[in-house]
């Protein structure tokens, strides 16, 4: 592969080779990490994608609502992705990233034994969903199993829905997929019926979404297609279609250790930035899940598009400062 070389990154430390010193590392190579890097492939920018190919949408068929991509599967999105960026020079490498440290420059260790250095970094590690311990979740998760109306609803509109509550704030999805199908069950499963709200109530009515008291045991299948709901008292249930609320955990653990800045939110903690995605770790970016719960793959996309244009005006500055300088 051909590698645009550039010579703004001489003050690199010389104790690394040439192979070894980049411009940006970009950590991450879904959807907001290879717009990133297509910015800076198109920039002159010397920059490697660290991937280690755990996209949170993987068990998914397709992705929706990215315009002229809508329906394709995320496979073949990723994989287009990382032509593009190979025709301008970007290196992407199946590795992780498993520490970072920052002095002029930063350093990232890379689970593979590979140290390399750059002037600056886009994390865009995205988060992990965990998902309640129901048997059959897990495992026709992303099929008939979903977490997003918006990603799925137009697929499965019509059909017969079921919630499943992991939290007060269910009743929000619960009112939300009601858009999508006039059939709409909530199970409570661990959520206690007077933490309910009178307003969650009254909307659950206006909606007319069924409410089910009482724990889900599992879901029940036929033919590898769900087709209802089994509570713990043996009760079935038929529903088509299952959404649930994973827990978001942020995969923040190079934030920490560059010691980020990070905010509380009822979905996880997340790094503080800027319009652009800057972080308060000077030279440090972030885009995608990385920065929110509620990143989809278009947004994501332009969130890497955002903050690399940062990068490149953030270099190009500081290299024009360095030379008034002198």
Known sequence: ME????TR??????????NDRYDVVVVGGGAAGLSAALVLGRSRLRALVVDAGEPRNAPSDHMQGFLTRDGMAPAEFLALGR???????????RDRAVDVTRDADFTVSLAGGRTVRARRLIVT???KDELPQVPGVAERFGRDVLHCPFCHGWEVRDERFGVLATSPMSVHQALMVSGWSDDVTLFLHTVAEDELSD???????????????GEVAGLQTENDRLTGVRL???????R??????PKAV?????????????????????????????????????AGNAMGFAEQVVHAASGGYRAASAVVGDLIMSDLDAAVAD
């Open 83 to 93: 032509q593009e960026i190979a025709r301008y020079g970007v290196e992407l490498v």
């Open 240 to 245: 088509s279609v299952v959404f649930v609320a």
């Open 250 to 286: 942020p995969q923040t653990g190079l934030m920490e250790r560059l010691g980020a800045e990070l905010r509380e939110t009822p979905v996880g903690a997340y790094p503080v930035v800027d319009p652009t995605g800057r972080t308060s770790v000077p030279g440090v970016w972030t």
């Open 125 to 127: 590690t995205g988060l």
């Open 199 to 213: 307003d969650d109530l009254r909307r659950l009515a206006a909606a007319g979404v069924k409410v089910v008291p």
């Open 232 to 238: 713990a008292d043996g009760t079935v249930h038929d």
């Open 3 to 6: 590698v645009v070389t550039v």
């Open 9 to 18: 990154n001489k003050d690199l430390n010389n104790e690394f080779t040439d």
